[in-house]
């Protein structure tokens, strides 16, 4: 994994995505240590909001927004990523329990400490990213977009646009449904979280694939891979979109890249998002128990 982020710099990448979340912390340690040589070079993100402390349970930890314990879990990410200022530090869930004024307060702290450079919010409602913006502007908000999930063009979209934030879309690529390389007997191992997202259960999968057989049509009239289209069809809908697709192989990450270089005319993105708009989308996001932990 540090070759793989190694060769992502070495190819230009200057923003990496973490979290305490991640691998409980470990996920950090390697972000920081692979990225050590390269201070000044490169962004970091990381995030806080759940209580890691709490004994192992199925699914999620619980939720953790207090200002005491953003500023605890900021002094272990510094450490962990070896750094003095956190670039991007995002809440990585809404925590109902704890007035998002309160956290943007403890942000401001933070940033006001030289702690923190920016506050964003994940998967955080229009109210909520209006209420924390009046308290500490939010720099960016990073909720799940993609060609299969399109929601975010008509909820946040025009908020983003005239609050000036930027959209980081998690699962450019649909958690790799949209690369193709997924079909509709596909088995995944025990451990995939894929198993419980109903998105991806086979009686849905099927359906689903409509949106992968548009992207290869047009892929293949232009050159490119079906992950490179779903990509550049998200950095063709506004300028101030950065979607962060994750790999571990570096051949994914080159192809990936390439994204960067597919170019589609306004009228080649609108035919693409004209015909995925008449495909219909079966199966939530996420399991019942991870689905209440969007804020909307």
């Not at 063009?153 to 646009?161: A, G, I, K, N, R």
Request: glycine fraction near 8%.
């Amino acid at each position: 994994m540090i070759k793989v982020i190694h060769e992502a710099v070495d190819r230009g990448v200057t923003l990496f995505d973490t979290a305490e979340m991640y691998g409980r912390t470990t996920n950090e340690e390697l972000v920081g240590g692979a990225l050590a040589p390269f201070r000044g070079k490169v962004a970091i993100a990381t995030k806080f909001g759940f209580d890691l402390s709490a004994p192992p349970r199925p699914g999620l930890p619980p939720l953790d927004s207090r200002p005491a314990h953003i500023r605890e879990v900021a002094e272990a990410s510094l450490k962990r990523l070896r750094i003095e200022t956190i670039d991007l530090f995002y809440q990585h869930r809404v925590d109902p329990s704890v007035p998002i004024e309160d956290v943007a307060g403890a942000v401001k702290e933070l940033i006001q400490e030289g702690k923190v450079r920016y506050f964003g919010l994940s998967e955080a409602g229009v109210d909520t990213i209006r209420r924390a913006h009046r308290v500490q502007p939010v720099t960016a908000i990073q909720n799940e977009y993609s060609l299969w999930w399109r929601e975010p063009e008509e909820t946040f979209f025009p908020v983003l646009e005239e609050l000036g934030i930027g959209l980081v879309p998690y699962s450019p690529l649909g958690k790799g449904f949209l690369t193709g390389t997924i079909g509709a007997d596909t088995q995944f191992e025990a451990s995939d979280f894929r198993n419980t997202s109903p998105r991806f259960a086979l009686e849905y999968r099927e359906t689903n694939l409509a949106f992968v057989e548009l992207l290869k049509t047009v892929a293949t009239q232009k050159g490119c891979t079906t992950a490179q289209l779903a990509l550049a069809w998200i950095l063709a809908q506004r300028p101030w979109i950065v979607p962060i697709p994750g790999t571990t192989k570096v051949g994914r990450l080159e192809e990936n890249l390439g994204a960067a270089d597919v170019k589609l005319t306004p009228a080649e993105g609108a035919k693409i998002s004209e015909a995925a708009s008449k495909l219909r989308v079966e199966g939530h996001r996420y399991s019942e128990s991870a689905q209440r932990l969007i804020n909307r």
